[in-house]
Structure formats: C-alpha cells, structure tokens
C-alpha cells in the first residue's frame, strides 16, 4: 500500500510539474493548466456528488456543473483581460502595478460563485412540486460548489501570484507543503503513532503522525526553497517565512484530510472512489490542497517576494 501510495504520488507530482512547465511558453494563457485543473475539478465534484447521494443531500448535477465552469471562466477571465489591456495600451504607455491585484482579482470569482448561488436558488423554485426535497437539494448543490469550486479556486489564483515563472514556485511550495504533510503523516503515523488525532473523524490518524506531517512540509517547502534560492537563483520566501509558510500550510492541509474524512464517515464510505491507485479518488488527492491554498495563497500575498 504504502509503494503504491508513494509511486502514485511521484507519478502526480512529476505530472503536474510538467503542465506548469510547458505551459510557460503559453503565459500567460495557460491552456494546460486550465484543462488539468477542470478535470480535477469535475472528477472530484462527481465523487463529492456520488458520496452526498448516500445521504439525504442530493445536489443538482446540472447545476453544480454549469456553476463549476462559470467559476473556473471567471478565474482565468481578469488575467486574461489585464493582459489584453496591456497589448492594447499605446507605445510608451505602462499599465500601473497593483499591489493588491491578488485580492483584487477574487472579485470575479465571488461575484461568479453569487449568481451561480442564484440561478440555483431560481432553478429549484421552477421545479418546485412537492415538500421535502428542495432544501436539500439546494444544501447539496451549494456545498459541492463551495468545497470543490470556491475552495480550490485559490489553486487556480496562485498561478498567477507575480515573480519570476509567474506562480509557479508558490504553487510548488503548496504542493510541498500539503503532501509534504501528507507523507509525513501516514510515514510517521505508522511507525510512531500512539494517540488518537481525531478518532470521530478519522480512526487510523494519530497526533504523532500530524506532528511528523508538520515537520515533512515544513522540510519539503524549504527543500524547494533551496533549490530556487541557491541554485536556479528565484527569489523566495525567507527562512522565517519558510517555517510559517510550511507550519500553517501543512496545517491547514491536514486539516482539509480530516474534513473530507468526516464527509466520507458521514457518507459511510471508506475512499471517494477507486480512479487513483493509493490514494483511492480524485477527492482523495486533493482534499487536503482544497484547505490549504487559501491559507498558501493569502500568506504569499502577505510575505511573498
């Protein structure tokens, strides 16, 4: 389980680097990495969809799947029109840098998740026949698109954080902190872990093993670090802000796997599904990036070079 967990994770790693390579001769378009990122996202909304059906939630597919897509169009939309802007202006004339244009650009997503919270609300009200269901309906379908699409926007958002290679190192100390943390977690929890973390949620997750997994990111966001600082020359985070940066973010990501246990316990299944050898679904890979990239993306706001 645990080579096959470890080979799996590799396998994603070298994969997702590779889309954000190749896609830095297409910036600031990003057409790779918008693709990847819509299959992640509507694979892990129809496991969430599949997990809620077991209960008496049953979101509106149709409605959480338009929604994900206006969400993930309005991610892409400011950059896109910021750099139109930009080709437009007339020689000599530079567009002026916003400093708060990462807090900036969220407005497009919000007022996005808004309307889709509407239409929804005034979709259900059209097919309303009968007590009973469209409550939870509604519940669902608002759940899906806040877990999967409000939350995992802000991993979409850091690919566009300013630096060299464009975001691409804040999204490389996300990924390092957040499986960081999961490795470090299930490596200590199996050979250390004696106390229960959280046992309601989560049997098998002990507190020796959340310490390991907040050590392992701490150590894999300063390895990248490192590597960017001393040998490709990349402008990084401090060494403080490294240890925050791997303290809060790795975190935060544990935080995001025990809250996508509670959905599976609630559910009472063991994993979201079976797509992803070791790891069980696509849920299951990015549950804890879900929780974590808000916290990575307003920290490199706050503290990133």
């Not at 759940?143 to 804040?170: A, C, E, K, N, S």
Request: aromatic fraction near 10%.
């Amino acid at each position: 389980m645990l080579a096959t967990r470890m080979a799996t994770g590799l396998s994603l790693v070298a994969f997702f680097l590779a889309v954000l390579c190749l896609d830095e001769f297409i910036a600031p378009w990003f057409p790779l990495w918008f693709l990847t990122v819509t299959i992640a996202v509507y694979a892990a909304a129809h496991e969430l969809i599949g997990l809620l059906e077991n209960t008496s939630v049953r979101p509106a597919r149709g409605a959480v799947y338009g929604g994900l897509m206006v969400l993930l169009v309005a991610h892409w939309a400011p950059h896109i029109v910021n750099e139109m802007e930009r080709w437009a202006a007339p020689p000599g004339v530079n567009i002026p840098h916003d400093p708060l244009g990462g807090v900036h650009v969220m407005a497009w997503p919000l007022w996005a998740f808004v309307s889709v919270v509407m239409v929804s609300f005034v979709g259900q009200a059209l097919r309303f026949k009968t007590a009973g269901t469209t409550m939870a309906t509604l519940g669902g379908t608002v759940l899906t698109l806040t877990y999967v699409g409000l939350l995992g926007g802000f991993i979409i958002q850091m690919r566009w954080l300013d630096g060299r290679f464009h975001g691409l190192l804040p999204l490389a100390c996300l990924v390092a902190a957040s499986k960081g943390a999961d490795t470090g977690a299930y490596t200590m929890g199996r050979i250390a872990g004696r106390h229960k973390l959280w046992p309601e949620l989560s049997p098998n997750k002990t507190i020796e093993g959340a310490l390991g997994g907040t050590l392992f990111g701490v150590g894999f966001v300063a390895i990248v670090t490192a590597v960017c600082r001393y040998l490709l020359g990349i402008p990084t985070l401090t060494w403080p802000a490294v240890v925050g940066f791997g303290v809060l973010v790795s975190t935060a990501a544990q935080l995001g796997d025990l809250m996508e246990s509670m959905i599976k316990r609630d559910c009472a299944q063991k994993d979201a599904s079976n797509n992803v050898p070791g790891f069980g679904g696509v849920l299951d890979v990015v549950d804890s990036l879900l929780f974590a990239s808000p916290v990575a993306y307003g920290f490199w706001i706050w503290l990133g070079p």
